[in-house]
């Protein structure tokens, strides 16, 4: 009988704990960089309502838009207030040397979420996509839109655009994409005819749009780009917030889905799965925000239960004080034809949402 009772009782637990995912509840901080862009929202928002569902009390902060010193107190004030686990997606990936020293004397493990924290020995996990094969993919894109391994096809036109150079990501994302289309560049199958084709010369500050977009507008005129004047066959975006403004400038000057330029992009935000069903934005990489978010939870539950905590990669991701074991979720890519059944009949958004 006593046995029966303990077994019940046992098995009882063990479907809680299936249930919650964890067998212990926790305080954990979530610092998040802009509420400005739509992915973060969605980070923060899936992030929080999977760790409640572990049952775990959870501070979400957003630094304003972008904001380092908003981001550094935050921090700080989430370490001042004995969370059990920081998830942290750094504004700077380099900045946060100095605040999260406080976390490591505590005993606070942190998550660096989406970007690598640079430089600093608090980083216990690194929870990411695949950011060089989201570069890769990208890079292939264009190198199959253009037709690029026939042997018959005559040079093309590109320029690129990457993101903020602060954002450790961002050499990923470049890396990835410049080391699939160098070669094409080596051969003259592609051209760039503005010449800037170095990572430094085609970064976009906080990956913003506004700055994107100038850009585009000084290309265009200093190339003579247009429908009626040089030809412009293919630009590469690393994100859609930067394929935003490249898309304003070229729909300004003229362009429409009928001669629109090859253009990539990532995150499927909303305007710019409404571009593509458009035809003015031709490719998307997409993460799923939920799928990053459930790899989150299941580390942030095997820390508090103290289990292994599940990761895939301990070789690629160094932050300066050694390599931090890394869990890389899979990018998908989003084109008009499978943007219905990946981001619609999956539940990530409804057909109202990008319309
Ligand atoms: C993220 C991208 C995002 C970009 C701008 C990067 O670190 O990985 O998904 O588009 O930041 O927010």
């Known amino acids: 009988m006593k046995i029966k009772t303990t077994l019940t009782a046992l098995c009882c637990a063990v479907m809680a704990i299936t249930a919650t995912g964890t067998a212990n509840a926790a305080k954990i901080g979530v610092s998040m960089p802009t509420q400005s862009l739509q992915r973060w929202n969605q980070d923060g928002h899936n992030l929080k309502d999977q760790l409640e569902q572990s049952k775990h009390k959870v501070e979400l902060l957003y630094a304003g838009d972008n904001d380092i010193p908003t981001q550094l107190n935050q921090i700080e004030n989430l370490i001042a207030a004995n969370c059990d686990v920081l998830v942290v997606a750094p504004i700077d990936g380099g900045s946060l040397t100095e605040v999260l020293r406080g976390a490591k004397e505590k005993g606070i493990p942190v998550i660096s979420y989406d970007r690598l924290i640079m430089n600093s020995d608090a980083i216990s996990y690194y929870a990411t996509f695949d950011n060089y094969k989201v570069g890769q993919i990208q890079g292939n894109f264009i190198v ?5 391994k026939d042997a018959n096809t005559t040079p093309k036109n590109i320029e690129f655009f ?27 199958k592609l051209v760039c005819p503005s010449g800037q084709t170095k990572k430094e010369q085609v970064a976009t500050l906080n990956w913003s749009t506004e700055e994107a977009q100038k850009r585009m507008e000084n290309l265009i005129s200093s190339n003579g780009y247009g429908p009626e004047g040089k030809k412009l066959d293919a630009i590469l975006s690393s994100n859609d917030s930067v394929a935003n403004g490249i898309t304003n400038a070229l729909v300004a000057e003229g362009y429409n889905k009928d001669n629109f330029p090859i253009l990539t992009g990532q995150d499927c935000d909303k305007p710019s799965v409404k571009n593509m069903k458009k035809g003015i934005q031709t490719m998307s990489v997409f993460k799923d925000t939920r799928v990053l978010a459930d790899q989150v939870v299941k580390m942030v539950n095997a820390i508090v239960d103290k289990k292994d905590v599940p990761v895939n990669d301990t070789s690629t991701y160094n932050n300066g004080t050694g390599v931090i074991p890394s869990f890389l979720c899979s990018p ?24």
């Open 144 to 148: 199959d839109a253009l037709k690029l």
């Open 332 to 355: 998908i890519v989003v084109t008009k034809d499978n943007l219905k059944e990946v981001l619609v009949d999956s539940g990530y958004y409804s057909e109202k949402d990008i319309k």
């Open 162 to 188: 990457t993101g903020s150079i602060d954002d450790n990501n961002v050499n990923f994302f470049w890396g990835g994409a410049i080391d699939v289309l160098q070669p094409y560049l080596d051969k003259g």
